[in-house]
């Protein structure tokens, strides 16, 4: 669908802005010197927040094995960052999630999102890297995407399409739809909403995973993410078989995973994502488990064999009818000759 470009720039004023509690909670809990008592008693003045927290902290996903029935417990339990980065996908799941938007599959946005946040978290832990900073990265991921949407509503539709592209194609459809793209708006975001800066790293160059500017660990983090969003197309791509075979690549260089490590990963993330989107409250479909996905790799590479082989054959034919009609001519040539020499006097 070609929809014309709106290219209107992203203004503080178009960022969505966190609960002014959740911004005290993720200011706090990036400040060393504010103890677990100080975190709880902010967390104690949205009632709303507090309930949610317990929700969350509480279920089968966090697995923390312990009933917690109040925010002191939480927090001493989690712990600062780890309570900031659960604030932190509150925040993210409630904002803009009441202003809707035609044409566009909000359900399906937030599956995927939640599926890339899995797909880190699994990743992150196989790599020695925080798991659960790794989730809310990639939680967050895409959420640039969604801002642009909202800010340019009328290219809602284009959604279900860039849905099933990979993510070095979606990036390109960002540029020329949008003329800017979902990490640079994160990266703005995640400053407005004083992120730590390895969040803003992660956020901001998942894309750009290599750039010199980042640390070794701020790279790695990104590399990561980056084979996450791959990961996450093999569930949502068409062309399951070359998509498969690319996030395996990609995990295999960039993260030193073996093909059995990515596959065993890959078999988990269905029931992950179930029990991520129970946990955080967000509506998630019957998920296709990867054994289906990887038979269904299997027919297209049956498929596109056979495609090869038919054209191997018409190739061959061509060429056999090719070589016959030219012995034809040649014989109807040389009768045409005999025939001449025939008519000439002696």
């Keep these: 669908m070609a929809l014309t470009p709106a290219f209107r720039n992203v203004r503080p004023s178009d960022l969505p802005a966190p609960p002014q509690t959740a911004l005290e909670i993720m200011r706090a809990c990036a400040d060393p010197r504010c103890t677990h008592q100080t975190i709880a008693r902010i967390v104690g003045t949205d009632p709303v927040l507090t309930a949610e927290l317990l929700r969350v902290v509480n279920s089968p996903f966090f697995g923390l094995g312990r009933e917690v029935g109040n925010t002191s417990h939480a927090v001493s339990l989690l712990g600062q960052r780890a309570l900031r980065n659960l604030v932190l996908c509150i925040s993210v799941r409630d904002a803009l999630r009441q202003k809707s938007l035609t044409g566009f599959d909000s359900a399906g946005f937030w599956e995927d999102a939640l599926r890339r946040s899995v797909a880190a978290r699994l990743l992150g832990a196989a790599c020695g890297a925080d798991a659960d900073e790794c989730f809310t990265a990639g939680l967050l991921q895409d959420f640039g995407l969604l801002i642009l949407f909202h800010v340019n509503p009328e290219l809602a539709p284009l959604w279900s399409a860039m849905r099933t592209q990979t993510p070095d194609e979606r990036l390109e459809v ?45 790279q790695h983090y990104c590399q990561i993410l980056y084979c996450a969003d791959w990961v996450t197309c093999v569930f949502a791509s068409s062309e399951t078989a070359t998509v498969l075979e690319l996030a395996i690549t990609a995990c295999e260089q960039l ?69 016959r009609y030219a012995a034809a001519l040649d014989q109807e040539m040389h009768i045409a000759e005999e025939v001449q020499r025939g008519l000439l006097p002696r």
Excluded: C
């Design 174 to 218: 960002e540029q020329g739809s949008f003329g800017t793209t979902h990490d640079l708006v994160l990266m703005t975001m995640a400053k407005a909403w004083s992120l730590p800066q390895n969040l803003v790293d992660m956020l901001g160059y998942h894309h750009d995973y290599s750039n010199p500017k980042l640390s070794a660990a701020a």
């Design 255 to 323: 993260l030193k995973l073996s093909r059995d490590q990515a596959n065993a990963y890959l078999t988990e993330i269905p029931q992950q994502v179930q029990q991520a989107g129970a946990a955080l409250g967000l509506r998630v479909s019957s998920q296709v488990d990867f054994d289906t996905l990887l038979k269904q790799a299997n027919v297209q590479l049956a498929e596109e064999n056979l495609s090869y082989q038919e054209l191997t054959w018409r190739l061959k034919k061509a060429v056999e009818d090719r070589d």
